[in-house]
């Protein structure tokens, strides 16, 4: 079954404090980590929290990338939608995990909007 797109969840755990909460050093890596996976950039925005955290999005032509920090747990959330098939969101995650200096990062891909060929829907329908 054909996929539009793919969106991979992050979890990326043991990162260095003073990097998770640097809201400019946070953009850098994730426009970046957008960059060295293939991607058009169009727009980007980060919000530095008080007392810490930055969360942030990069939209790009083939979808997005967002994360969420939280310094006090050298913890991030990060996620990755890429549609079409020239952009490869693992690369993506892969920097931020290596740039964030991980210890380590658990991590899913979910296949989206699963597209049936008329083949198929006929088989299923019947």
């Given at each position: 079954?054909?996929?539009?797109?793919?969106?991979?969840?992050?979890?990326?755990?043991?990162c260095r404090f003073e990097v998770l909460n640097d809201v400019k050093?946070?953009?850098?890596?994730?426009?970046?980590?957008?960059?060295?996976?293939?991607?058009?950039?169009?727009?980007?925005?980060?919000?530095?929290?008080?007392?810490?955290?930055?969360?942030?999005?990069?939209?790009?032509?083939?979808?997005?990338?967002?994360?969420?920090?939280?310094?006090?747990?050298?913890?991030?959330?990060?996620?990755?939608?890429?549609?079409?098939?020239?952009?490869?969101?693992?690369?993506?995650?892969?920097?931020?995990?290596?740039?964030?200096?991980?210890?380590?990062?658990?991590?899913?891909?979910?296949?989206?909007?699963?597209?049936?060929?008329?083949?198929?829907?006929?088989?299923?329908?019947?």
């Open positions: 079954m054909q996929s539009l797109g793919r969106h991979v969840l992050a979890e990326i755990y043991g050093k946070v953009e850098d890596i994730m426009v970046n980590a957008a960059l060295e996976a293939g991607a058009e950039i169009r727009e980007f925005v980060f919000h530095k929290f008080s007392p810490q955290g930055v969360s942030g999005v990069v939209v790009i032509s083939e979808s997005h990338l967002a994360i969420h920090t939280w310094p006090e747990l050298g913890y991030a959330a990060l996620d990755v939608f890429t549609c079409g098939d020239r952009v490869n969101p693992w690369d993506a995650c892969n920097y931020v995990a290596e740039m964030f200096s991980a210890g380590d990062m658990k991590a899913s891909e979910v296949k989206r909007g699963l597209m049936e060929q008329p083949e198929e829907r006929l088989v299923a329908n019947m």
